[in-house]
């Protein structure tokens, strides 16, 4: 949470590179983003499917 108030860019970079796994990876499926700090949740939450 110290980190998003410092700089809100950290969670979009966290978002980018929990999607980018699945590239980095070759794992077949997608990830979404349900929650995020920057909306003001407590944290954040990624759904992960796998085909």
Same mark, same amino acid.
């Given at each position: 949470?110290?980190?998003?108030? !410092?700089?809100? =860019?950290?969670? %979009? =970079?966290?978002? !980018?590179? $929990?999607?980018?796994?699945?590239?980095?990876?070759?794992? +077949?499926? &997608? $990830?979404?983003? &349900? +929650?995020? =700090? %920057?909306?003001? &949740? +407590?944290?954040?939450?990624?759904?992960? +499917? %796998?085909?």
């Amino acid at each position: 949470m110290s980190e998003t108030s !410092a700089s809100p =860019i950290f969670c %979009l =970079i966290c978002r !980018a590179i $929990v999607i980018r796994s699945f590239t980095w990876t070759s794992l +077949k499926g &997608n $990830v979404e983003q &349900n +929650k995020c =700090i %920057l909306d003001g &949740n +407590k944290d954040c939450s990624f759904d992960f +499917k %796998l085909f």
